[in-house]
């Protein structure tokens, strides 16, 4: 079957889910507005007759469950692959010359993937190496590039998906989001961790119109400007505003939202031994009884999974202001909307 028969006409630009910042306001309530439908009544036929690739390209337990689940209830088949252990190893670079491990090019997959599958699913974390080569995105790109099928992304250094997800917990606790004052806030982990959640809460909190405030150590743990940008560009459009902080009590006080996530400083990365002693410095940026008496009973989430008593205690974890497990529920019911629009093309 010829490649483009795949898409609606051979005119229509195939529409993808790899970041947010390609989707409108009101597109992103619709979404949330079909993720609570889905909530109500979750089966269907939106997915009937067809099929999903996941490709995991890193460890999953919330992400593969939810989709797999969610392709079930929507009454299609989910084919789960993991390249380099159950699937040939992939090669992304343009013009290589494959003598090394990887077996087949990206160019390759995504086309024959797309003769087999309605939609094709990518979860693959950056390298932590060189920043400048892990925010090119090269895999979710590549796949969407040579995919004749949308694409999603499964997390890469954004993870969408757990921002809707983000998103849809935070209304159901607090009704309109309009100039609730959020706390995005770093806390310590024992190792370097991935951007992509603290980037996509910086875009959807501003993207739905809250005031929002970057807590972190220094300046050196502030998000890469392609998202500090993003987010400046959201609160305008949006009626929020976006702000740095590095005072831990100035950024919760009066806050309605406190979420959580560690994540390396983007000078240092690839240089673990030069950041460690500066993030050994700030393990008090933990998410405690006291900071959170701070706010104004606001609520705690975080995108798991999470140590306890390293990014927050027991005690806020316990709490009924702790939201994190109704936000993991919720990617399900969000995934399942995405799956539907981006299937509803053909």
Known sequence: MPETVKKANDTMTLRHFITTQDY?????????????????????????????ALLFFNPSMRTRTSFELGTFQLGGHAVVLSPGKDAWPIEFEVGTVMDGDTEEHVAEVARVL??????????????????AV??????????AKYATVP??????????????AHALAMKEHLGSLQNKKYVLTWTYHPKPLN?????????????MGMD??????TPDYVLDERYMAFGRLNAEQNGGSLKVSHDIEEAYSGAHVVYAKSWGALPYFGKWEQEKPIRDAHKHFIVDEAKMAL?????????????????ATDAVMDSPACIAIDEAENRLHVQKAVMALLAGQG
């Open 24 to 52: 409108s306001r009101a597109e992103i309530d619709a979404l949330l507005e079909q993720a609570v439908a889905f909530k109500r009544s979750p089966a269907g036929a939106q997915l009937a007759g067809k099929s999903v």
């Open 114 to 131: 797309s003769r087999y599958v309605d939609l094709i699913a990518v979860r693959a974390f950056p390298k932590f190496q060189d920043w």
């Open 134 to 143: 892990d925010r090119q995105d090269t895999v979710i790109k590549s796949f």
């Open 151 to 164: 694409v999603i992304n499964m997390e890469t250094i954004t993870h969408p998906c757990q921002e809707l």
């Open 195 to 207: 951007t992509a959640v603290a980037n996509s809460a910086l875009l959807i909190a501003t993207k």
């Open 212 to 217: 929002v405030t970057l807590l972190c150590p």
């Open 295 to 311: 706010t104004d009973h606001g609520l705690f989430s975080h995108c798991l999974p999470l140590r306890r008593n390293i990014k």
